[in-house]
C-alpha cells in the first residue's frame, strides 16, 4: 500500500471521500469481517447532462446525490457504513456496507437489492423535489448494481474492488435482460390468448347460434392457437440453442438443393405479391456439411423475411459462392431496407425495426437471432448490409468443415 492510501482525501463538491484514498480502510474491515457488502450507483447519462445544462448545474447534482447517500446513514445503512464517490468530478458513488442489514450473519442478495432499490427511488425522488432549482428536463438515469465482496489473502483490495464493480455491473445487466425478457415473451403470449378468450367468450355468448360465425371465429381461434404454439416452439428453440443443447445431425449436402426447396415452399407466398425470386449459383460448387434441417430453418426465415420486407412486383436474389475456404449464400431484397443504427440489433430477440405498422407482416423478431445461433453453432457468420430505400442483403457462411468432432 503506497502512503496515500493511509490518508482520506474528500471530495471538495460532495465533501465525500475519493473511493482511491480508502482502501486501506475497506482493507481493514475485510481482513475483519470476511465480507463486505458493495453497491454503486452511477449517473449513466451524466456527460450528456453535463454537455447540455453546464458544469455548474451537474456538479450541484452530484452534491445532492452525494448528500442523499450520506443521509440515508441510519435509516437505511448504518452510521458506520462508508459511502465514498468514484473521484473528482465523476459520477458514480459506491457504499460499502460493513455488516449485513437485520442482524443476519451474511449478505443476502434481496437484502441489498432492497437496499439498492430504495436508494434508487430515493434519489429519483430527491431529484424531482429539486428539479426548479435544477431545471433539468431530462431524466437522470442511474446504473446501479449490487454483490458482496470477499477477503482473498491473494488479491490486493483495490483489485477485489474493481472486480466487484465488474460483477456488479454484470449482474445488473443480466437482471434487466431477463426482467425484458419476461416482458417481451409475456406481451408476445398475451396477443393471441386475448384474441383466443374474446372469439370464445362471445361465441359462449349466444354467436354460436349462427353457423357461419361459428365456422368463421371458430377458425380464427384456431389459427391464434397454432401461432401461439409457433411461438413456444420457437421460444423453446432459442433456449435449447442459447444453452448449446442442441444435437446436429451433419451430412454433406448440395445447399443449392436445400435452397430451392425452400423457394418452393415459399412460392405461393411470393407469388401472390408478385414477387421474383432468383438464383444464382457459382459453377463447381464444393458439398458443404451441416445439418439439412437446420439450415433449412436459416433459409425459411432469411428468405421468408425478405419476402415480407418487399414491395409488391420486386425481385430477390439468391447468391452461393465460394470463398477461399467458407461457402456463401446471400439474400438480397429491393424492400424498404434497414437503417444502419438498427442492423447489428436486428439478431437480437425479439428486435424489430418497426413494430408491424402496416399489420402485414405480424413478425416477433425471433427468427434472425434463432438463424444467428444456428450459423453460429455450424461455425459461420452472418450479416447484413442496407441502403434503407434500395433493400437489404443478409450474408451467411458455412465453413468446410464442422468445428466440433461429431458422429455422423
Ligand atoms: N429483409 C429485410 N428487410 C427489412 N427489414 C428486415 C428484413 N429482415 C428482417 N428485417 C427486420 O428485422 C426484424 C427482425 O427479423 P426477424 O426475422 O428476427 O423477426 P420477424 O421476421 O419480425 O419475426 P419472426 O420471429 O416471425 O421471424 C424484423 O422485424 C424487421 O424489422
Ligand atoms: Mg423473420
Same mark, same amino acid.
Given at each position: 500500500m503506497s502512503k496515500a492510501d493511509s490518508k482520506t482525501v474528500y471530495d471538495e463538491f460532495t465533501n465525500l471521500p475519493i473511493l482511491s484514498s480508502v482502501y486501506k480502510k475497506i482493507d481493514t474491515q475485510l481482513k475483519k469481517r470476511d465480507e463486505v457488502g458493495f453497491l454503486y450507483f452511477d449517473i449513466s447519462n451524466f456527460r450528456w447532462l453535463e454537455e447540455k445544462y453546464g458544469h455548474g448545474k451537474c456538479r450541484e447534482l452530484l452534491k445532492l446525490v452525494g448528500n442523499t447517500l450520506e443521509k440515508q446513514k441510519g435509516k437505511l445503512y448504518r452510521d458506520e457504513d462508508l459511502v465514498v464517490v468514484g473521484g473528482k468530478g465523476l459520477a458514480y458513488f459506491i457504499l460499502f456496507l460493513f455488516s449485513p442489514p437485520?442482524?443476519?450473519?451474511?449478505? @443476502?442478495?434481496?437484502?441489498?437489492?432492497?437496499?439498492?432499490?430504495?436508494?434508487?427511488?430515493?434519489?429519483?425522488?430527491?431529484?424531482d423535489e429539486h428539479n426548479d432549482v435544477f431545471m433539468i428536463d431530462e431524466e437522470v438515469d442511474f446504473h446501479t448494481g449490487y454483490t458482496v465482496i470477499k477477503e482473498d489473502p491473494f488479491m490486493e483490495v483495490?483489485?477485489?474492488?474493481?472486480?466487484?464493480?465488474? *460483477? @456488479?455491473?454484470?449482474?445488473?445487466?443480466?437482471?434487466?435482460?431477463m426482467v425484458?425478457?419476461?416482458?417481451?415473451?409475456?406481451h408476445e403470449l398475451r396477443t393471441p390468448l386475448t384474441s383466443i378468450k374474446g372469439y370464445a367468450e362471445t361465441l359462449l355468448d349466444g354467436a354460436m347460434t349462427d353457423a357461419g360465425l361459428c365456422h368463421r371465429w371458430l377458425q380464427i381461434i384456431y389459427d391464434e392457437s397454432q401461432r401461439l404454439?409457433?411461438?413456444?416452439?420457437?421460444?423453446?428453440?432459442?433456449?435449447?440453442? *442459447?444453452?448449446? +443443447?442442441?444435437?446436429?445431425?451433419?451430412?454433406?449436402?448440395?445447399?443449392?438443393?436445400?435452397?430451392?426447396?425452400?423457394?418452393?415452399?415459399?412460392?405461393?407466398?411470393?407469388?401472390k405479391e408478385n414477387i421474383g425470386i432468383e438464383t444464382d449459383?457459382?459453377?463447381?460448387?464444393?458439398?458443404?456439411?451441416v445439418d439439412e434441417d437446420r439450415m433449412k430453418q436459416v433459409l425459411l426465415n432469411l428468405i421468408h423475411n425478405a419476402v415480407k420486407y418487399s414491395p409488391e412486383g420486386s425481385s430477390i436474389t439468391i447468391e452461393v459462392s465460394?470463398?477461399?475456404? *467458407?461457402?456463401q449464400v446471400s439474400?438480397?431484397?429491393?424492400?424498404?431496407?434497414?437503417? +444502419?443504427?438498427?442492423?447489428?440489433?436486428?439478431?437480437?430477440?425479439?428486435?424489430?425495426?418497426?413494430?408491424d405498422k402496416t399489420g402485414k407482416t405480424g413478425g416477433r423478431g425471433l427468427g434472425l437471432s434463432i438463424a444467428r445461433h444456428i450459423v453460429e453453432i455450424h461455425g459461420g457468420t452472418i450479416g447484413a448490409t442496407s441502403k434503407p430505400g434500395n433493400g437489404t442483403t443478409f450474408r451467411f457462411t458455412i465453413p468446410p468443415e464442422p468445428i466440433f468432432p461429431i458422429d455422423i
Open positions: 437485520r442482524r443476519k450473519e451474511k449478505f @443476502a442478495n434481496h437484502d441489498l437489492k432492497l437496499i439498492s432499490t430504495r436508494i434508487k427511488q430515493k434519489l429519483k425522488h430527491i431529484i483495490e483489485r477485489l474492488i474493481y472486480e466487484a464493480g465488474r *460483477e @456488479a455491473g454484470f449482474k445488473a445487466q443480466l437482471e434487466e435482460i425484458q425478457f419476461i416482458a417481451n415473451v409475456s404454439e409457433r411461438l413456444i416452439n420457437d421460444l423453446l428453440d432459442l433456449s435449447m440453442l *442459447e444453452a448449446e +443443447q442442441v444435437e446436429l445431425h451433419y451430412k454433406s449436402v448440395d445447399i443449392r438443393k436445400v435452397i430451392d426447396h425452400v423457394i418452393f415452399i415459399l412460392h405461393p407466398l411470393a407469388a449459383y457459382q459453377k463447381d460448387l464444393p458439398l458443404v456439411f465460394q470463398m477461399e475456404r *467458407e461457402t439474400i438480397t431484397d429491393r424492400g424498404t431496407g434497414i437503417p +444502419q443504427s438498427h442492423l447489428n440489433r436486428i439478431f437480437e430477440r425479439f428486435y424489430r425495426v418497426e413494430k
